[in-house]
């Protein structure tokens, strides 16, 4: 996985990576992050999260994550725990769940010894590509999820659930995550939707597509911000969803009449 990219390592996989900037927030599988360098500042939808030089969570799936993009300098180490891998960790191990009561999609891991020691045993297993061997992959994977469970064992709630995310509260919902950059079919996955039924539900309760109505959205919010907070269309952009500068500028001068900078010198 690439630093700030979409979380969707295929495999036992880990290695060191470097910010860019994500051009979707969705986290399909659970993630465990280590960061090495610098500091890590995230946003879910409800909390902002910073994470400094050795310190280290776990990141839940089917969340929204967005990264701080003024902060490219944190590098971390990334392993990505998919389904099949926990599955049979769960049946090997005969792990027992527990509910685990947190909407949260950082969760923090107690600091402990034995984590940063892990994370200098996986040099020895680096590559040339700085990913690690596939040979020695599986079986490091297991020993950081027995660490990790060791540690904090309420986290077997959040591991071994395996449910998709249950209809909620359409309108609420996208009023509340529209700045994320994600397809409409990963909206319609975290709210619980098949497409056509969240198109159906979407359309009776805005009365436009849902892409018609994202991009007014965000461009209503940066109008705003440009307008009453005097902020530069250069550092909203992409927090609102667009990958972008020049489709934002084209987006917001056909809704507008007016460029975002002409409003910002206004």
């Excluded at 309108?171 to 909206?187: A, G, H, L, P, T």
Aim: aromatic share 14%.
């Amino acid at each position: 996985m690439d630093a700030n990219r979409e979380v969707n390592t295929s495999g036992p996989n880990a290695q060191p990576a470097r910010a860019e900037i994500s051009p979707e927030h969705f986290v399909p599988d659970h993630v465990f992050v280590y960061v090495t360098k610098g500091e890590l500042r995230a946003y879910d939808g409800n909390k902002n999260y910073t994470l400094k030089a050795d310190e280290y969570c776990l990141v839940r799936k089917n969340h929204l994550v967005r990264y701080d993009k003024e902060n490219p300098e944190f590098e971390r180490i990334v392993i990505c725990f998919e389904e099949a891998f926990l599955k049979a960790f769960q049946e090997k191990h005969n792990i027992q769940v527990n509910y685990f009561n947190s909407d949260d999609a950082f969760i923090s891991v107690p600091k402990n010894k034995i984590i940063p020691d892990f994370i200098c045993s996986l040099k020895l297993y680096y590559d040339n590509l700085g990913k690690i061997n596939e040979a020695f992959s599986a079986v490091k994977y297991e020993e950081l999820l027995i660490i990790l469970l060791q540690i904090q064992p309420k986290l077997a709630g959040i591991l071994f659930t395996y449910s998709t995310p249950g209809k909620v509260n359409l309108e609420e919902f996208m009023n509340k995550n529209y700045i994320f950059n994600i397809s409409v079919q990963r909206f319609a996955f975290l709210t619980g939707r098949s497409l056509s039924v969240f198109k159906r539900d979407f359309q009776k309760i805005f009365s436009k597509t849902p892409n018609r109505w994202l991009v007014q959205k965000r461009l209503q919010e940066a109008y705003f911000l440009i307008e009453k907070q005097n902020k530069k269309p250069t550092d909203i952009y992409l927090d609102l969803g667009f990958e972008n500068l020049s489709h934002f500028s084209f987006a917001f001068r056909k809704l507008f009449g007016r460029t975002p900078t002409a409003l910002a010198k206004k």
